[in-house]
């Protein structure tokens, strides 16, 4: 499939993939969409990319779901509309890779919760966040009501979703919104130095870190721990072996 709203390159196993219609900041259509799930079905299927990075053409990340193509929908077109983001972004979960947001500029919105979406959050210093929903008379249809809560608290969430202020990154930094904030210019410098630290890790301990840290959030605290002591487990004899042999020899563990 040929894209026409993303960008992809990949190099020494990291996929950077850039969303790209600056035109419209951007923003969400239908073919969006259709285009990242076919990407995460590629990667997925490829066990050369072991991290991806998400970012954004020009002046913005994402500044939202697509306000034109929303517009006049029926309320059943908005459910199919607001299914289909969601699948797309529980791709992210769903993947066994890391993936990482490196937010350029404007995340409203559908921008936001693409990168509510995303394992880890850099944000350059001119990086802007807001879920203005309800500025349109509407709430966010992507997952951002249930998500967002669970990343920066109920009371964070719900001043960002009914106000609908935009915040800068040293707010978004303080709420726990973003795990980091560098200079706009260090952006993509900064999230590969992070890619490339998570690979120099067990391959196998960051794929199950993922699986058990997000599956566990979801579950209840006592299966959550079930699901820990399970995954611990089986990396004795495994990858972990190697990790603390090469710890006790004081050497770089060989992966
Ligand atoms: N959709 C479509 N086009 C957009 C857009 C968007 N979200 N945001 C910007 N654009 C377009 C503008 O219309 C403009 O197009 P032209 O007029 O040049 O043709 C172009 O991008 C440049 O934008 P501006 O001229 O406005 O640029 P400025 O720098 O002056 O302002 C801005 C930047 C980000 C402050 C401003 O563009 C803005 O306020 N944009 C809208 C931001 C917004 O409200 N985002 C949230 C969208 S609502 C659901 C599913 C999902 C959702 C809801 C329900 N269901 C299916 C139930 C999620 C909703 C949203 O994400």
Same mark, same amino acid.
């Not at 219609?21 to 900041?25: D, F, G, I, S």
């Not at 066990?47 to 072991?50: E, G, K, L, N, P």
């Given at each position: 499939m040929e894209y026409k709203n993303l960008k992809v390159q990949i190099e020494d196993g990291i996929a950077i993939v850039t969303v790209c #219609?600056?035109?419209?900041?951007n923003a969400l259509n239908s073919n969006f969409f259709r285009e990242m799930d076919d990407l995460i079905a590629r990667i997925s299927d490829d066990?050369?990319? #072991?991290i991806m990075i998400l970012t954004g053409e020009g002046k913005a990340f994402v500044a939202g779901a697509d306000i034109a193509e929303m517009a006049d929908m029926t309320p059943e077109q908005g459910k199919s509309f607001s299914k289909m983001g969601q699948a797309t972004f529980r791709g992210f979960f769903t993947m066994k890779i890391p993936v990482i947001a490196a937010i350029n500029g404007y995340a409203l919105g559908g921008g936001l919760e693409l990168t509510l979406g995303c394992d880890i959050r850099i944000a350059s210093n001119k990086a802007k966040f807001g879920q203005p929903e309800v500025n349109l008379g509407m709430i966010p249809g992507y997952g951002g009501t249930q998500r967002l809560p669970r990343l920066i608290g109920l009371g964070n969430a719900l001043y960002l979703l009914m106000t609908a202020e935009v915040i800068g990154a040293e707010e978004a930094l303080r709420m726990g919104l973003v795990q980091k904030v560098v200079e706009h210019e260090q952006l993509m410098e900064e999230t590969l130095k992070m890619a490339r630290t998570i690979l120099s890790k067990g391959p196998e301990a960051i794929r199950k870190v993922k699986y058990v840290t997000r599956n566990g959030i979801q579950a209840d605290f006592m299966e959550g721990c079930e699901l820990e002591s399970e995954y611990f487990s089986s990396q004795f004899k495994a990858e972990g072996e190697e990790g603390m042999k090469a710890f006790l020899e004081k050497r770089k563990a060989n992966w």
């Open positions: #219609r600056p035109e419209a900041l066990d050369s990319v #072991r």
